[in-house]
């Protein structure tokens, strides 16, 4: 047993080894990455705040202050398969991290064998001693006893087993990390999918908005310009209006009549794909939906002083990092490969010829052995996945500039596109209010009797064109909002049961238990 002690402490003190992982760095294009977005909307405190308290809140999208909205999130959030799809591909990996992280332990195996042996005398090791046929072999002296002719006995055992790699050169350490940087990454994958499950709900239920309020103004535009076609043709059989301007009103009543179908069918799609974003058939979303509908109109400014530092709360951005830290562990792991292998293997337990004697004290036996492999060749197998892991970091590394980057642009252009869609919208009021005036001035002429009623009804044509455009400039301030929280990861926060910092934060106190040496040693 002290031979026993002494073999583990020398484990011990082997097990503050190496990690042949690089060291932790920022590619140098990200470093250079400018520290503000040069799109800067409104420069005001109070909206910078605004904002802010926006971003911190886990429910960013309470901003447009819709409860339909919130409710249809809600449901996509509750029952979306692309979610639930996603939360088992975080399940997977976390697995797999359990996986990685058991090497770290010594593994133990409870065995009982029974085994009975039936064996002539005359072979192996018994025929050396007995001769041919149990005789004394010719010039040696008799045996004091005689062979029997066959050797019949059992032997009963029970058995723990002890095996452990002592990790010198961090091969399994590297190994759990990076099995928890997948993790890491996979949990940004999820978070990444749910930010995309959200943006897409709220995107289609705007679009729904628009189409049910093109459809309306489509059927009023049908009206007034049927109205408005039936009394052209009356005036053309009185010879007061011409064939051109007969066949405009009458092509342009037919044109706007043949369009409100295809409307209507954009609806009913535009309907299909949000039922599938929450879960539910098509066709069974409407008491969700309720009777009315608009575009949910945010006009809070965005604050001036956002830094490129919150690129840092996309999930893209993270899992893109993780990826890149799992494949840094990888090369140290690979490195590993290329050193000896250290192991002990014990082996602890009862044996008996009797199964009544089975568990009598002195019937123990115990076997250690301490050994070490060291790869001479393999044909080039250690160094050509020592090359894959580098490769990949390189790839990796790639991966993560272009994610940053693809982030700042997104960013930077979905601030212009907000700035471009607020001033649109802005002019799009101001020409409605000139429509309705218009409206208001031509029906106050005509009940006077000193205006035209083909006037009124053209202003009031005039005034349904001009809110069907003010509906998609709407919608298309309401989706460049939408981008800018889409673009800047929403206003994410992870969750209070964050797994992914939960596996982190055990793997360092288990690392600081394990590998006291080289925490000290900053390695």
């Known amino acids: 047993m002290r031979k026993l002690t002494a073999v583990l402490a020398s484990a011990a003190l082997l097990a503050a080894g190496c990690s042949f992982a690089p060291d932790v760095r920022e590619p140098t294009t990200v470093l250079h990455l400018p520290a503000e977005y ?67 332990y010594p593994s133990l195996g409870l065995s009982a064998d029974v085994t009975y042996q039936d064996a002539p005398t005359n072979t192996g090791f018994a025929g050396e001693i007995g001769g041919e046929d149990g005789e004394a072999p010719p010039d040696e002296p008799v045996p004091s006893f005689a062979f029997p002719d066959r050797f019949k006995y059992d032997t009963y055992t029970a058995a723990i087993g002890f095996s452990y790699e002592i990790d010198f050169w961090g091969r399994f350490r590297n190994n759990t990390k990076a099995a928890i940087s997948d993790f ?9 999918a749910r930010l995309a499950v959200i943006s897409a709900t709220i995107s289609t239920y705007l679009e729904v908005a628009e189409l049910r309020r093109r459809v309306e103004l489509t059927r009023l535009s049908v009206d007034l310009l049927g109205e408005r076609a039936e009394l052209t043709n009356q005036r053309y059989y009185r010879g007061l209006v011409t064939t051109f301007e007969l066949y405009t009103f009458q092509s342009l009543f037919r044109n706007t009549e043949a369009a409100l179908p295809v409307i209507e069918s954009q609806l009913e799609e535009a309907k299909g794909r949000l039922a599938i974003l929450l879960g539910r058939y098509a066709g069974s979303i409407d008491v969700l939906l309720g009777e009315d509908t608009a575009p ?58 009797t199964f009544n004697d089975l568990f009598r004290v002195d019937q123990y036996f115990l076997n250690l052995v301490g050994g070490l492999v060291q790869p001479l060749f393999q044909g080039g197998r250690l160094r050509a996945n020592l090359g894959v892991a580098e490769a990949q970091f390189q ?12 982030a700042f642009k997104e960013v930077q252009v979905s601030l212009v596109n907000l700035e471009k ?103």
């Open 38 to 104: 040069a799109a800067a909307p409104v420069d005001s405190a109070a909206a910078a705040d605004s904002v802010r308290e926006v971003r911190e809140a886990e429910r960013w999208w309470t901003v447009y202050n819709d409860p339909v909205l919130e409710a249809l999130v809600d449901t996509a959030l509750a029952a979306n398969l692309d979610l639930r799809e996603a939360v088992a591909r975080v399940e997977e990996v976390r697995q797999r991290y359990r996986i990685a992280r058991a090497d770290l």
């Open 296 to 353: 949910a109109i945010v006009l809070d400014a965005v604050p001036a002083d956002l830094t490129t530092a919150l690129l840092e709360e996309r999930p893209d951005v993270w899992s893109a990092w993780q990826r890149m830290e799992a494949a840094r562990y990888r090369i140290g792991a690979r490195k590993g490969d290329l050193y000896p292998q250290i192991r002990l293997d014990a082996t602890v337990g009862l044996q008996s010829g």
């Open 395 to 406: 790839a990796q590394a790639a991966a993560y500039v272009r994610t940053v980057l693809t």
């Open 421 to 523: 869609q607020t001033e649109r919208y802005e002019s799009l009021l101001r020409q409605q209010a000139s429509a309705d005036g218009s409206v208001d001035f031509q029906l106050r002429s005509f009940q006077r009797g000193v205006g035209d009623y083909l006037a009124y009804l053209d202003a009031r044509q005039n005034l349904a064109s001009t809110e069907t455009n003010l509906a998609g400039a709407e919608r298309s301030l309401a989706e460049a909002r939408l981008g800018v929280h889409r673009a800047l990861g929403g206003a994410w926060v992870p969750d209070d049961e964050d797994l992914g910092r939960t596996l982190e934060q055990e793997y360092e106190t288990m690392d600081q238990m394990m590998f006291p040496a080289e925490q000290e040693a900053g390695r």
């Open 184 to 192: 890491l990454a996979s949990e940004g994958d999820y978070q990444t």
